[in-house]
C-alpha cells in the first residue's frame, strides 16, 4: 500500500486543512488549525506532481533531495495570461508549479508573492522536505496576507523542526471520495484547476469571467450546496425558472450551458456516473434576425471621437477615445483588447498580433492608418512603454461596465438618437459589442472581402457578417462616410 507524508496547511479562508493533507500531532496548535482535512481517492495511476492534489510517495524522488552545496536557489517568478495572473516556483530539477493568484491585480503583486512562496519552498527542498511543496505553494497562491503569516510560521516550524509541527506517514485511502458541491466543482474548472488537470481536454476559456459573472449572479445563489451527486433536473430548472423575466433568450440559454458544461465536466471527471439534463434540455438560440441591434453612425462616431460637450469641454478621456477608434477600426472582442501589450504591436511597421485569442486561432494584420497614428501619439502620451497593457490606463470596473461606459460617453458628446439607448423585448440598446458591428459594417462599405474581415474579427464563419449589410445600404442612403479616427481625435490632429 503506498504511503505520503502529510501536513496540515492553512488556507484562505481563515481554516486549516488540504485535500491530502491531514494533521500530525501538533505539541501546540494555533486557532483554527484544530480541523483535519478528509483524505482523497487513491487516482489509478500516478499523476503529475504539478496537478492538484497529486500524490506524493515516501520514497525520495531527485526533487526531494537537498539541492548540492554551491547551486544557486530559485528566486520565483510569475506570469500572465489574458486577465488571469499566476505564480510559478520551481520545487526541483526541471520540476516548476504554476498556481493562480486570483487576488492579484498586476504582475508585480504576482511575482512579489512567488519568491515569498518560492522561499518556502527552497527552505522546504534544504530541510529534506520537497514532497510538501506542491500544497504549500498552492495556498500560498490563494492565501491572504493573514493565512499567508500561518503558512510562513508552519514552514519555520517544519523546517527547524521545533516539534509545534511534524510530518507522520499515513496510508493512502483507496476508496473513491465524495465529489463535493455543485459549486466547489464548478469553481475547480473556472478556476483552471481542471485545465492543469487535463490540459488536452479541458482548454482555458478566454470568457472565463464572464462565466463566473453568470455563475455568482444566476446559479450559486439556488444550487451552490447541491452535492454534486444528488444534482438533479429539477435544481436545473429551479435555477431557469428563477431568472428575472426581462433576461434576454440569449442570456438564458448562456445560463442554461453553463449548467450543462459544469455536468458534462463532472462526468468526463469521473466525479458523476451520468449528466441528469437529458438531450434537447437547453433553451434553443434566437435568431441573430430576430433581436433588434443599432450601432453608431460614422457621423455620430466623429462626435465621439472628438470628445467634447456643447460647451466645449472635453468629456471622454482620451484613452477612451483611442479604444474606441481602435475597437471602431480594428474588430478585436473586448477581452482581446483588453488583455492587448504593447510587445503585440508593430508601430513601425503597423502590424498587429493575436497569438491567444477566444478561438484559438493566431491572427495578425496590418492596422488602420489612422488607427496606427492615434497608437503612436498614445504610446508617446504614455511614455513610450515597453511591455505592459496597451489600454492599461482604463480601471477594470470600467471594463466590466464597457456598454455602460460607451453609452454614458455617447450621451456626454451629445448624441440624442432615441432608438440607441431604447430596449425593448426584441430590441437591445447600444451595447459594447455593436463596435464590433460598427467595424464590419465600415470594412463591407469600404469594399473589403469576407477574409479580410475575419482576420480581424476572428469569426470562423461568414453567416454572421450577413447581418450587416442592410447597415451598409442604410449608410449609403443616408451619405454617411467613415471618417480618419486620427483627424477625428484632436489630440492626435494636432501632432500630424
Excluded at 503558512?151 to 493512502?172: Q, T
Excluded at 462526468?267 to 458523476?272: D, E, K, L, R
Excluded at 501589450?341 to 495578425?364: A, H, I, M, Q, Y
Aim: glycine fraction near 6%; charged fraction near 25%; include cysteine.
Amino acid at each position: 500500500m503506498l504511503q505520503r507524508e502529510r501536513i496540515l496547511i492553512p488556507q484562505p479562508d481563515g481554516q486549516c486543512g488540504c485535500e491530502f493533507a491531514a494533521s500530525a500531532e501538533p505539541a501546540e496548535t494555533p486557532t483554527g488549525a484544530t480541523a483535519a482535512a478528509t483524505p482523497t481517492a487513491t487516482p489509478s495511476r500516478p499523476t503529475s506532481r504539478r496537478r492538484r492534489g497529486s500524490s506524493l510517495l515516501c520514497s525520495p524522488a531527485a526533487s526531494d533531495l537537498e539541492p548540492a552545496r554551491g547551486s544557486r536557489d530559485p528566486v520565483g517568478g510569475a506570469t500572465q495570461l489574458r486577465d488571469q495572473f499566476f505564480i510559478r516556483v520551481t520545487s526541483g530539477p526541471r520540476k516548476r508549479i504554476a498556481e493562480r493568484a486570483g487576488w492579484a491585480t498586476s504582475l508585480a503583486e504576482a511575482e512579489a508573492r512567488a519568491k515569498v512562496v518560492q522561499n518556502w519552498v527552497n527552505r522546504l527542498r534544504h530541510a529534506g522536505l520537497a514532497s510538501l511543496a506542491p500544497k504549500f505553494v498552492e495556498a500560498g497562491a490563494k492565501a491572504n496576507d493573514a493565512t499567508l503569516a500561518m503558512i510562513a510560521a508552519r514552514v519555520e516550524s517544519l523546517v527547524s523542526k521545533d516539534g509545534a509541527y511534524s510530518v507522520r506517514k499515513v496510508e493512502k485511502p483507496t476508496q473513491k471520495g465524495e465529489p463535493g458541491t455543485f459549486r466547489a466543482f464548478a469553481e475547480r474548472w473556472t478556476s483552471g484547476d481542471l485545465t492543469r488537470a487535463y490540459p488536452d481536454h479541458v482548454p482555458v476559456k478566454a470568457s472565463v469571467a464572464d462565466d463566473i459573472e453568470r455563475l455568482e449572479k444566476h446559479i450559486y445563489p439556488r444550487v451552490q450546496d447541491v452535492p454534486l451527486a444528488a444534482f438533479t433536473r429539477e435544481h436545473a430548472d429551479h435555477v431557469m425558472t428563477q431568472l428575472p423575466v426581462t433576461l434576454r433568450r440569449g442570456t438564458r440559454r448562456q445560463v442554461a450551458q453553463l449548467i450543462n458544461r459544469v455536468l458534462n465536466l463532472a462526468v468526463f471527471t469521473g466525479a458523476i456516473a451520468s449528466n441528469p439534463l437529458p438531450r434537447g434540455w437547453l433553451p434553443k438560440a434566437p435568431k441573430p434576425e430576430s433581436v433588434g441591434k443599432e450601432s453608431l453612425l460614422p457621423s455620430e462616431e466623429a462626435i465621439l471621437l472628438a470628445g467634447r460637450s456643447a460647451a466645449g469641454d472635453t468629456v471622454v478621456p482620451l484613452a477612451c477615445r483611442v479604444l474606441y477608434a481602435f475597437f471602431h477600426r480594428e474588430g478585436m472582442r473586448k477581452g482581446e483588447a483588453r488583455a492587448l501589450e504593447w510587445p503585440e504591436l508593430d508601430l513601425k511597421k503597423g502590424l498587429v498580433s493575436l497569438d491567444e485569442n477566444k478561438t484559438d486561432r493566431p491572427r495578425s494584420w496590418v492596422l488602420d492608418p489612422g488607427v496606427l497614428r492615434a497608437l503612436v501619439v498614445w504610446h508617446d502620451t504614455l511614455g513610450k512603454p515597453n511591455a505592459e497593457r496597451v489600454f492599461a490606463s482604463i480601471p477594470d470596473p470600467s471594463w466590466e461596465k464597457l456598454a455602460a461606459l460607451y453609452r454614458g460617453h455617447c450621451e456626454a458628446v451629445g448624441i440624442a438618437r432615441a432608438r440607441l439607448f431604447q430596449k425593448k423585448e426584441n430590441k437591445l440598446r447600444l451595447r459594447a459589442h455593436d463596435m464590433r458591428a460598427f467595424f464590419v459594417t465600415a470594412a463591407m462599405y469600404a469594399g473589403k472581402d469576407a477574409l479580410w474581415i475575419t482576420d480581424r474579427t476572428g469569426h470562423t464563419s461568414l453567416g454572421m457578417l450577413r447581418t450587416y449589410e442592410r447597415d451598409v445600404r442604410r449608410w449609403r442612403e443616408l451619405g454617411e462616410a467613415p471618417v480618419d479616427v486620427a483627424q477625428a481625435i484632436p489630440e492626435v490632429a494636432c501632432r500630424l
